[in-house]
């Protein structure tokens, strides 16, 4: 069946709806592509060398990136800090204000917000708004409630928040933490993530400046501006939500440093399943846990099993596997109309053509090292449009027993791939499942909850589900990591004002180099 764009959802549209609702954040660069300006020094600049980003979508250009040197970063960085000693001496009432207004103007343009990270990032229509939605509504939280969380005394940190973050929640992970940054009296910088998200971000950003927020947002290379971002002595805080690799290079950064970190890196999160028989519920969460093609920090891709149950678990897992639903998220048949849905999808491309093309690599290795391909999905039947790029496109899949050479037995692959891996004994089972050394959520499938309780005591996980998966949490639930998953303060309710405020009673929960202090999670 011939498949279209649903009317008013083309880049075109969308980009000129952008324009429209915040003109003064884009200019176009002498080949015609919108450029996106930088929020730097107190306004929009037209400054830095213009890039083109590409939609994991289709592969077509979307806009161009203007990306800053050091130097630029430097003198941003220098208006922030002098931002943030004014912000600091505002008075809580206007700071709340401030951030209501722009919670009502992001709220205004919810669906051109959502719309941006269908094109920008791939999420289908439903997880795009829902990425919008929980920001929103978690900063409203948070507005009901700081006058409590400051209650004790606490007050802004020294210097503005720097935050570093990934490109797969740009709303319900990075604005939320701005906005709630912001109202704990600190300014805010944002480093744009390279891979997606950039028009979201400009034009939440542009609404935010609009409200009066001290907020800067800047992109550029990671390489060249870590050190800035990072190590400049003006930051107060810095927070990060990405890989082990870029993550454990920021933490090696602040090793001679005092200052306030928060940075959130990947461990294989995992599902064991030890004496059970509940499938069908089972099944239900295995099929949301598909969502966005598994590319989240909580996502499941790994599942310890008990070796007599490894049938029965199969004759439950593999048909939820060929359940999943991906492709264009914007692909409509001809006879769709304005109002009708857009596509059920679970998930669209992965981020990008070469991170799809990595993917497949890691699969291809595992096979060759020994896993058994139990399901290898195809493109073929998923809804494309004629003609469309699919390269940034990977179907389901799944190992059984990978190779401990394999990079899918100890790291987590961040796309649709999920690894199985065989065990006899609890002890295995806990061992398997820390594989990666320390995770952020972990969930064990037991009929006996007591059992579980006693097995869930030396999972190296934050969050331990019993019978259900965990997630990052909203408004009061805190959230972080064990072992090398996380570093520095935790987030999540309290804790998240706590991280960018000093003052008030006790240590700080999080993993720090002389200690680690849990919550009750």
Known sequence: ???????????????????????????????????????????????????PVHTPVDNTVLVNLARLDAEAARAAVAHAATAHREWAQTPLAERKARVDDALDALTAHRDLLALLLVWEIGKPWRLACADVDRALDG???YVQEIDRMLADGREPLPGPVSNIASWNYPMSVLVHAELVQLLAGNAVIAKTPSQGGAVCLTVAHALMRRAGL??????GSGEELSEVLVRAPEIGAVAFVGGRSNGGKVAAALLDSDKRHFIEQEGLNAWGIWNFSQWDLLAAHLKKG?????????????????????????????????????GHPLAVADDWSAGDPLPELDFGPLISAAKAEE?????????????????????????????????????????????????????EPFG??????????????????????????????????????????????FKVGINKPRSRG????????????????????????????????????????????????
């Open 1 to 51: 069946m011939a498949l279209r764009l649903a009317d008013g959802t083309s880049w075109s549209d969308t980009l000129a709806r952008a324009v429209a609702a915040t003109p003064e954040a884009f200019g176009t660069a002498p080949d015609g592509i919108a450029t996106l300006h930088n929020l730097v020094e107190g306004g929009w600049r037209a400054v830095g060398s213009p890039t």
């Open 139 to 141: 900063v409203r939280w």
């Open 214 to 219: 001290p907020a800067t947002l800047l992109s």
């Open 290 to 326: 598909f969502e966005y093609g598994k590319q989240r920090c909580t996502a499941y891709p790994r599942f310890v099993v008990q070796r007599d149950l490894v049938d029965e678990f199969l004759d439950m897992y593999l048909p939820v596997v060929r359940s999943v639903r991906f």
């Open 359 to 411: 993917l497949r690599r890691k699969v291809d290795e595992a096979v060759r090292g020994g896993a058994v391909p139990l399901h290898r999905g195809k493109l073929d039947g998923a809804p494309f449009l004629d003609g469309q790029d699919t390269s940034a496109y990977v179907a389901p899949a799944v190992l059984l027993a990978p190779p401990g050479r394999s990079r899918l037995m100890h790291a």
């Open 416 to 461: 649709p791939v999920d690894t199985i891996v065989v065990v006899d004994t609890t002890d295995e089972l806990l061992a398997q499942m820390n594989a990666s050394n320390g995770a952020l959520v972990a969930s064990l499938a037991c009929d006996d909850e007591e059992l579980a309780g006693k097995l869930a005591v030396d999972l190296q996980a």
């Open 474 to 521: 909203d408004r009061e639930e805190p959230f972080g990591g064990r072992g090398a998953s996380w570093k520095g303060a935790f987030v999540g309710g309290d804790l998240l004002v706590q991280a960018v405020t000093v003052g008030g009673d006790g240590r700080l929960y999080g993993n720090f180099p002389d200690y680690s202090s849990y919550p009750a999670t």
